[in-house]
C-alpha cells in the first residue's frame, strides 16, 4: 500500500521542512515509500509535504516525461546520463539558478489535481543535494529535470506552483482550488 498523498487545502503543503540531520535505515525506508508513491500516482516527483511529512526529502524520476520533454544534466561539466540516476532522491536539497535565461512551461502537481499552469522559472539550475549514502553531491540540469526539482524544493519550502500564477490564472483555477481547500483542510 503506497503512502496516502495530501491535497491542496491540508496545512502539510504549507510547511517548511525539517532538514534531516542523520540518514538511518527509516530514512532509507521512507524513501523507498516515497518512490513507490510517486510512481502510483503517476508524478515525476513527490516531496516529504505531500505524504504529510515536514521533511527536507523528494523524490524524482523523469524518464517517462523525457520522451516528450527533454532534459539534460551534467556533472563536474561532463554529461551525465539522467537515466542512470533515476529515480533520483535529494535530501536538503538547495536550488541554485545558473542562467538569467528563463523558461514558461506547463507544470501540475499530484497534490492539486486538474490544475496545470504555465510557470516561469529559471532554464538551467545547480541542483545540490545529499544523496542517500549522506554524500553532497551536485548536479546541473535543464529541461523537465531542472523544473521537477524545482518544483519539488519549492514543496520543501512550503511553497506550490500556483503561488507563482497571476490573480487572472489563479482566479481561472479557483473553483477545482476551493472545492479541493474545502475537502482537504483539517481546520
Not at 37 to 46: N, T
Not at 85 to 111: A, D, F, H, R, W
Amino acid at each position: 500500500m503506497p503512502l496516502d498523498v495530501v491535497y491542496y487545502g491540508h496545512p502539510a503543503l504549507r510547511s517548511k521542512g525539517k532538514k534531516i540531520e542523520k540518514i538511518d535505515a527509516s530514512i532509507h525506508e521512507f524513501a523507498d515509500q516515497m518512490i513507490q508513491a510517486m510512481y502510483h500516482y503517476e508524478g515525476c516527483g513527490l516531496a516529504a509535504q505531500q505524504v504529510g511529512r515536514s521533511l527536507q526529502l523528494a523524490v524524482i524520476d523523469v524518464v517517462e516525461g523525457m520522451k516528450s520533454r527533454p532534459s539534460k544534466a551534467w556533472q563536474h561539466g561532463k554529461p551525465l546520463d539522467i537515466e542512470s540516476i533515476m529515480p533520483l532522491v535529494i535530501i536538503n536539497p538547495e536550488i541554485i539558478p545558473v542562467t538569467q535565461k528563463t523558461s514558461y512551461e506547463i507544470e501540475g502537481c499530484i497534490s492539486i489535481p486538474e490544475v496545470y499552469a504555465k510557470v516561469k522559472r529559471p532554464a538551467r539550475v545547480k541542483i545540490r543535494y545529499q544523496s542517500l549514502e549522506g554524500n553532497l553531491l551536485e548536479i546541473e540540469a535543464e529541461g523537465l529535470l531542472a523544473r521537477a526539482a524545482m518544483h519539488e524544493v519549492d514543496h520543501l519550502h512550503g511553497i506550490l506552483f500556483t503561488d507563482y500564477l497571476s490573480p487572472k490564472e489563479l482566479q481561472e483555477h479557483q473553483a477545482i482550488l476551493k472545492r479541493l481547500a474545502q475537502r482537504n483542510s483539517v481546520f
